[in-house]
């Protein structure tokens, strides 16, 4: 569907203007679709990327501060969110023996075997959308062009 039907707009100011709303409307709408998947997991899009990066650096722990950095949206509170899942016994937070001001968290087993029940439904749900809509070449171009989009990052 094309962005003008999508929010029943007709004319936009020019060509930036409304590939700006198309990519934040895109954007929206992948993850809500993400945020379905994820529902029956009892995880926010937020909390599986928090998940996604323990597991990338088990057996290491992860500071706050590197889960904020590498977090996709800048603007979560990683320390919430890790209380979240620390509560749902999917990670472990403790004191830095070396620095007690910082606190390492590390995935847990149980976080461990629920990310990757979770990572399979997710990754199924965007083939699906993904290869439905784009071939792997016109993926491989709107990967570029979005790259290319953040140029002055």
């Known amino acids: 569907m094309r962005i003008e039907e999508a929010i029943k707009q007709k004319f936009f100011k020019n060509e930036y203007q409304k590939a700006h709303v198309n990519v934040l409307y895109t954007a929206a709408w992948l993850m809500a679709s993400m945020n379905a998947a994820l529902k029956?997991?009892?995880?926010?899009?937020?909390?599986?990327?928090?998940?996604?990066?323990?597991?990338?650096?088990?057996?290491e722990p992860a500071t706050i501060r590197e889960l904020t950095e590498k977090m996709i949206d800048k603007m979560s509170n990683a320390s919430r969110l890790v209380e979240k899942l620390r509560s749902k016994g999917l990670v472990d937070r403790r004191p830095c023996p070396q620095d007690r001001r910082r606190v390492e968290v590390r995935i847990t087993p149980?976080?461990?075997?629920?990310?990757?029940?979770a990572s399979e439904v997710?990754?199924?749900?965007?083939?699906?959308?993904?290869?439905?809509?784009?071939?792997?070449?016109?993926?491989?171009?709107?990967?570029?062009?979005?790259d290319q989009l953040r140029c002055t990052e």
């Open 110 to 117: 149980q976080g461990e075997a629920l990310l990757a029940r």
């Open 122 to 146: 997710v990754e199924q749900s965007i083939m699906r959308q993904m290869s439905q809509c784009l071939t792997e070449e016109e993926a491989v171009l709107l990967n570029e062009l979005l």
């Open 40 to 59: 029956p997991f009892g995880l926010s899009m937020q909390q599986f990327n928090v998940l996604r990066i323990l597991r990338g650096k088990s057996p």
